[in-house]
């Protein structure tokens, strides 16, 4: 990584995909702008939040890819752990910028999300270094109610799992499936397995998929072939979160209700840690990341030697304006990255400022004409 780019754990990507046919349908309108040239998002007319990188609704899953996520593909193999996290409301885009349902009949089509094209390059850069011996090994997993689910083992088999944290290695996940992979098809195979698991449990529980994170895992061995002592042990976390909405919404009792509230506290604490791992003023302070499953899995991937990039996704639609708001502070807080004050970005601000100033010089000119005194109706 460049020297710029040290001390930068967590980077925040926008995205805002475009308007679906049912808000089109609805007469929904966009809500949101965006500045050219600038990573910049502005709301109504007024306020504006800076992020990393914005991306608005005509970019294509091969840019957001290409500009966010594959440095730190690249990153692993200089010794970096790396984390994907989708962050957003359900509905605004986290699974298609994951490419967490892709199956292989997709392989050609640009609307790939991240997790094949993470895999593709992975296998890629991997065949370059011929000098280096890896071992790759694969895991799936969902966080439901607090309870990990084990999504590469049949639901027969399944076994208790817990996390133990081992001083060498770091979290450990005792009793989750681990598949060894050599190449990109096997690793696309572990992810249609896992997907298909899920779709299993969401027939019992509806839209499980939206309550439960899913955390997609490539572990990476590699040892230089003539130098043993070379050698990078490293993780891969592509995690599809679950939906960041508020439970009034869905009017949420009982088992919903649970499971809105252990959401809530995965997603909370998962700000928590991120917003104390990018305080410059807290550098090595406390970091509450045993508050929650969630973060306590990321733990080693989150801070350290990690590059973590969170894809906070939204609607564009006014009827979202909301929890896209929330979305886009959640995500603030997470960088703490300043506001620029933006210039007449908004075209109707610009119009409005241009129209008073013609007013004021029709006055002007009124006054003059009328020397002095203006008629009754102005
Ligand atoms: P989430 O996982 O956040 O609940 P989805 O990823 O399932 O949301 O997206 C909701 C709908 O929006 C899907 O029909 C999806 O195909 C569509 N969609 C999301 N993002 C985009 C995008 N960038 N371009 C086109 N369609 C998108
Ligand atoms: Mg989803």
Redesign the pocket.
């Known amino acids: 990584m460049p020297e710029d780019e040290k001390g930068i754990p967590v980077r925040v990507a926008l995205?805002c995909?475009?308007l679906?046919p049912k808000e089109t349908g609805e007469g929904c309108q966009m809500c949101l702008s965006f500045v050219p040239g600038e990573p910049q998002v502005v709301v109504g007319n007024d306020k504006a939040f800076t992020y990393d990188y914005v991306f608005d609704?005509s970019v294509e899953?091969e840019e957001v890819f290409n500009t966010a996520v594959s440095p730190l593909v690249r990153g692993i193999f200089k010794g970096y752990n790396a984390t994907v996290l989708?962050y957003?409301?359900?509905?605004?885009?986290?699974?298609?910028?994951m490419g967490s349902t892709y199956t292989a009949s997709q392989e050609h089509e640009p609307?790939v999300g991240v997790i094949p094209r993470v895999i593709k390059l992975l296998f890629e850069e991997k065949q370059q270094r011929q000098d280096w011996d890896f071992v790759l090994k694969v895991s799936y997993l969902e966080i439901y109610n607090e309870d990990i689910l084990d999504l590469l083992c049949s639901s027969r088999e399944r076994s208790q799992i817990s996390i133990r944290e081992d001083p060498k290695e770091g979290i450990k996940i005792v009793g989750l499936t681990e598949k060894n992979v050599t190449c990109a098809q096997e690793t696309v195979s572990c992810l249609e397995q896992g997907n298909n698991s899920r779709t299993v449990g969401s027939t019992a529980m509806n839209s499980q998929s939206?309550r439960s994170h899913a955390i997609f895992t490539i572990c990476i061995d590699q040892k230089k072939k003539n130098d043993k002592n070379c050698s990078f042990h490293c993780k891969l976390h592509l995690v599809?979160l679950a939906?960041s909405e508020r439970q009034k919404k869905t009017k949420a009792e009982g088992d919903r209700l649970k499971e809105g509230i252990n959401i809530n506290r995965g997603l909370l604490c998962l700000g928590n840690v991120i917003s104390a791992l990018g305080d410059e003023n807290k550098k090595g302070g406390f970091v509450p990341y045993r508050d929650s499953k969630l973060t306590r899995l990321l733990q080693d991937s989150l801070g350290g030697n990690s590059h973590t990039l969170m894809i906070a996704?939204v609607s564009p639609a006014d009827s979202n304006l909301e929890e896209t708001l929330n979305t886009l502070r959640y995500a603030d807080r997470a960088r703490k990255i300043k506001n620029k004050p933006i210039v007449n970005v908004d075209p109707q601000a610009a119009e409005l400022h241009q129209l008073k100033q013609q007013i004021q010089q029709l006055q002007v000119l009124l006054l003059q004409a009328h020397g002095g005194t203006l008629p009754a109706a102005i």
Do not use: E, I, L, N
């Open positions: 995205r995909r475009p679906v609704p899953q989708a957003g409301q359900t509905g605004s885009g986290k699974t298609y910028s609307s939206s599809d939906g996704c």
